[in-house]
């Protein structure tokens, strides 16, 4: 019953995850000359270290 119980803390936390990732791409999104799935990846994968 332990992993079901923290299996589904985690799948519960995934909605917020993503809503709270959206808003910030949103948020911080530069209104440049290159379209959104460009400036996702570069400002996802521009800088790997954490």
């Known amino acids: 019953y332990a992993l079901l119980t923290?299996?589904?803390g985690l799948v519960a936390q995934l909605p917020s995850l993503?809503?709270?990732t959206a808003a910030a791409i949103m948020v911080t999104r530069a209104s440049g000359s290159?379209?959104?799935?460009k400036?996702?990846?570069r400002q996802m994968f521009a800088s790997p270290k954490a």
Do not use: R, V
């Open 6 to 8: 923290i299996g589904d």
């Open 18 to 20: 993503l809503l709270s």
């Open 34 to 37: 290159e379209d959104m799935g």
């Open 39 to 41: 400036q996702i990846s």
